[in-house]
Structures are given as C-alpha cells and as structure tokens.
C-alpha cells in the first residue's frame, strides 16, 4: 500500500458532463501530482500542486482544473467531458526535496458513453 | 522524439529467465531513474530508485544507469510469473518538478 488514497475507483459518465476526482496524499507528503494514462498515450503529467499552490502544469486541458486544499487533499475537475477523456487518472504524492520519488494511488477510471 | 524511449513489448519469457528491460532518454539533465511495476488496474509500483550513474541492488532486481550513453536498465533474475506486469521507467532532474515516463514494456513470464 502507498498510502496515497484515491476515489472513486471506477466512474461512469456520459459525454457533456462534470466529474471531481479526489485524492489524498501520503502522510506528511505536501506535493500532489495528476497523471492520466491512456492506452495510446502512456503515462502523462497533468499538474502538480505543492502545498496548496499550483507548481507545474504539462498536458492539461483546459477544460480540466485541480486545487489542493489546506488539509493536502487534492480534486481534479473535469468537465464538459468527451469520449476521448476516457482513461485511468492517477494522483502521486511525495515528500519535499529532490531525493524522493513519486508514490502513486491505485488510480480513478472514467469511463465517458 | 520522445523523452523517454521505452519499448513497449510484450516481453515473454519462460521461469527462471533473466529479464533485460531498458530504457533510453534524449535530456542530459534527468538526474534521478526510477523503475515502477504496474499490475493490471493498479497504480505503478516504485521498484527501485536511483540517482546519477551506476548500479543498484534489490532482491532480484538490478537497476543500471549509464549517464554517457543515456541508457538505463532494469534486470530480473530468477524470473516468476508474478513478475508479470508492465514495467515503467521514469526519470527527473534535480530540482525538476516533472517525472517523465516512458510507455512502459509489458512483461509475461510463463510458468
């Protein structure tokens, strides 16, 4: 267990719609990071949050949005949700400084129809 | 050109193999290499953790970094079919917020 907590663990959703993901990081680890993974794509960098701030954002569509609370907890808001967005979202947590690697949670699949 | 270059298999091996999972990366900066496992519907599994150039040891897995040839390997000996999974190499730079993946390389090792 990587004590990084996500849920829900499975979504279903119809196209046009909002989802929230949520996560839970690791005891006393203030970094969060979102990444979705799709068949064809690998494993993609979405944000990162440390410590409630916004730190780093790689592919993140617009239409996606992520905050990360005063209690460390983490969402991330997808909307207006197309079939393409169908994938597995994972949020990763690890502790401050460089030599600490990414923990991960056992992932949200969304499912889009 | 990605990254992080990883091929994607599958890799069959039958029990007791030994198993060569490699990587190659374009960024001379990348610092930190890691090695993830990933079972079906579950989140990657940090495997080993490695910063710089050289070896390390866990069990039955050797992790290797070769900084000049931007060449990282990961090695299973005593192969199970446990060890089935999808294998993810990833790395960093110091002072790097973004871990970069590769596409992972899908193992299956036959009983």
């Known amino acids: 267990d990587s004590g990084v907590t996500q849920t829900p663990k499975h979504l279903i959703t119809a196209t046009g719609q909002r989802v929230t993901l949520r996560c839970s990081p690791r005891?006393?680890?203030?970094?969060v990071y979102w990444y979705q993974q799709s068949l064809d794509q690998g494993l993609q960098f979405l944000i990162q949050?440390?410590?409630?701030?916004?730190?780093a954002k790689g592919n993140i569509l617009e239409r996606f949005s992520a905050q990360q609370f005063p209690d460390l907890h983490s969402e991330l808001n997808l909307s207006s949700l197309e079939l393409g967005d169908s994938a597995l979202y994972f949020c990763a947590s690890r502790t401050s400084g460089d030599n600490s690697p990414l923990h991960f949670g056992n992932g949200t699949r969304l499912t889009v129809t | 050109q990605k990254e992080v270059e990883q091929d994607p298999g599958p890799l069959s091996v039958p029990e007791g193999a030994i198993v060569s999972l490699n990587c190659t990366y374009s960024?001379?900066?990348?610092?930190?290499f890691m090695w993830y496992r990933q079972y079906s519907r579950k989140g990657p599994e940090l495997l080993m953790y490695t910063y710089s150039s050289g070896n390390k040891e866990d069990g039955r897995f050797t992790a290797q970094v070769d900084k000049s040839s931007k060449y990282i390997s990961l090695f299973i000996r005593d192969s199970q079919p446990s060890d089935s999974a999808t294998y993810l190499c990833a790395m960093r730079p110091t002072g790097g917020f973004k871990t970069i993946f590769g596409a992972g390389t899908r193992l299956f090792v036959k009983a």
């Open positions: 949050y440390y410590n409630g701030e916004e730190r």
């Open positions: 005891s006393g680890d203030l970094s």
């Open positions: 960024n001379s900066a990348f610092q930190y």
